[in-house]
Nanobody, 119 residues
Framework: QVQLVESGGGLVQAGGSLRLSCAAS????????MGWFRQAPGKARQFVAS????????SYVDSVKGRFTISRDNAKNTMYLQMNSLNPEDTAVYYC????????????WGQGTQVTVSS
């Protein structure tokens, strides 16, 4: 079983940048496709981005395309989300999640990290 811990959240002004990290332990990250999700107050959890186990394929929700970049370093057992041109609508708790290769179901979740973008 893999354990996930997010870090890198914080308060940033609109137009600013943050880089989130998701550190895995317990099992090698190579076994998993990975994703980032977010949940704003009063809203459902939303898919943000995903990356296959090798890093060869990525996917993004339309609202972050061109601004966010998902990446991973399997040697460091860590995944990242580089967020640029942030706006207040990006304010949310961001979660990383792991899915067994090709399974398409995220079975493992981190505890989340808060991102707040001020206008």
């Amino acid at each position: 079983q893999v354990q996930l811990v997010e870090s890198g959240g914080g308060l940033v002004q609109a137009g600013g940048s943050l880089r989130l990290s998701c550190a895995a332990s317990g099992r090698t990250l190579r076994l998993y496709d990975m994703g980032w999700f977010r949940q704003a107050p009063g809203k459902a959890r939303q898919f943000v981005a995903s990356i296959t186990w090798s890093g060869g394929s990525t996917s993004y929700v339309d609202s972050v395309k061109g601004r966010f970049t998902i990446s991973r370093d399997n040697a460091k057992n860590t995944m990242y989300l580089q967020m640029n041109s942030l706006n207040p609508e990006d304010t949310a708790v961001y979660y990383c999640a792991a899915a067994g290769r090709g399974r398409g179901r995220y079975d493992y979740w981190g505890q989340g990290t808060q991102v707040t973008v001020s206008s």
